[in-house]
């Protein structure tokens, strides 16, 4: 099974790169519908790769959604990497004009009754998140998009404010 990636750096347009595990420390890499095998390893100070004749080794740090690295004696770049589900909700995100935000707040002071997600938790779209009841009915709370759940700020049981944070999502 690949996983799917959208890899950039710079001002440069960002490219689809499937990443498939062939096993034995091999993977077939895609870069817009071209494929390579290449051989890859750890090491205590870095990264190497082996594609044909070809060996890179390196250093590599990771910082959010960018990637430093840096071959050998060689002078570094840095390349941003996301997973194509990210990709997507960003690019989603930005055709909405920002309206969609890293993160839910209460639009109402109540109790909560359920919490139905925990950080880490992959969410789509329309999910239940969680369910506050207030005036004797309960109202659920649910994506507005696809994202992984990086806080839940509230437990069940708990009485809530108006703004109070429910849950915050990771973005890019």
């Not at 309206?99 to 109540?110: E, F, H, I, L, Y």
């Not at 659920?140 to 994202?147: L, N, P």
């Amino acid at each position: 099974m690949s996983t799917l990636y959208r890899v950039w750096s710079g001002e440069d347009e960002a490219r689809q790169v499937s990443v498939e595990d062939v096993g034995e420390g091999r993977y077939r890499v895609t870069v817009d519908g071209r494929s390579r095998e290449v051989r890859a390893w750890t090491h205590p100070t870095g990264v190497g790769l082996v594609e044909g004749a070809r060996v890179l080794e390196g250093h590599v740090e990771v910082d959010d959604s960018a990637v430093y690295v840096r071959p050998r004696g060689g002078r570094g770049q840095r390349v941003h990497c996301l997973s194509e589900r990210t990709w997507k909700l960003r690019q989603a995100m930005e055709a909405a004009g920002g309206s969609q935000k890293d993160r839910v707040t209460s639009p109402m002071a109540g109790k909560v009754v359920l919490v139905a997600v925990q950080p880490g938790d992959v969410v789509t779209k329309g999910q239940t998140l969680l369910i506050i009841e207030a005036m004797k009915m309960e109202n659920e709370i649910r994506a507005e998009a696809d994202a992984t759940v990086a806080e839940v700020g509230v437990a069940a049981g708990e009485a809530i404010e108006v703004g109070k944070l429910l849950v915050r999502f990771e973005l890019p």
